[in-house]
């Protein structure tokens, strides 16, 4: 069961090069949901889909975008990597939005941004 | 803004003994009150939730209380054993209309042999 996957697992960037994180759920799920972990903040949400083709912003989206083509496909992009962007980024969907749906995470992506 | 502060940050206790997280939230509204478990390189889990028309959940050796008055939950773990060892997390959801999560900062247990 590989539930949700993303990729890649690690990356280091330079300042100012451009990424995307892809994250690809086999559950269909119609939620979906961009974070990012750093040390003594718990996880913040940077963006979210609540299903194909819809996109939302966080509490923190500044730097990133996002896109849903595909309901099973959830993409991160950074256009200009900053040092500040550096943390590990978490993927999960969910079948329920807030209010009772669980939360299946990814294994995490760790972006380093030199 | 909406909130949700968890306290202690580190906690370490001895295998057998029990262990307490706290967690205080800020909206009103919210009405379900997860907790996830992380071990070390690896995403957050489900390990259990609690929803604001009731007190009290209990599952095996894991247990959250919710005080809506306070706008308080905690998170109860009894007979502690290593593989408890983790971080945890608290989340806050209103549940209308919205589709967002307010994480706490987590807490570091360690459950010494």
């Known amino acids: 069961n590989a539930g949700v996957t993303q990729t890649p697992k690690f990356r280091v960037l330079k300042t100012g090069q451009s990424m995307t994180l892809l994250c690809a759920q086999d559950?269909?799920?119609?939620?979906m949901y961009w974070y990012r972990q750093d040390p003594g903040m718990g996880l913040r949400l940077i963006h979210y889909s609540v299903g194909e083709g819809t996109t939302a912003k966080g509490e923190v989206p500044d730097g990133y975008n996002v896109s849903r083509l595909k309901k099973q496909n959830f993409l991160l992009g950074l256009e200009s990597a900053a040092p500040s962007q550096t943390s590990v980024y978490f993927c999960?969907?969910?079948?329920?939005?807030?209010?009772?749906?669980?939360?299946?995470f990814g294994e995490g992506s760790r972006l380093t941004v030199l | 803004g909406e909130n949700v502060e968890q306290h202690p940050s580190t906690l370490s206790v001895q295998e057998g003994d029990s262990a307490v997280i706290k967690c205080t939230y800020s909206?009103?509204?919210?009405?379900?009150f997860p907790w996830y478990k992380q071990e070390l390189g690896k995403g957050p889990q489900l390990i259990i939730d609690i929803r604001s028309n009731v007190g009290e959940k209990k599952d095996q050796r894991i247990a959250v209380t919710l005080n809506k008055t306070a706008k308080h939950f905690s998170l109860h773990i009894t007979e502690t054993q290593p593989e408890d060892s983790a971080v945890y997390f608290c989340a806050a959801s209103s549940g209308s209309g919205t589709y967002k999560y307010i994480f706490g900062t987590g807490t570091r247990l360690k459950v010494l042999a």
């Open positions: 559950m269909n799920h119609e939620y």
């Open positions: 999960a969907s969910s079948y329920r939005g807030g209010g009772g749906g669980e939360l299946f």
């Open positions: 909206d009103s509204a919210s009405n379900y």
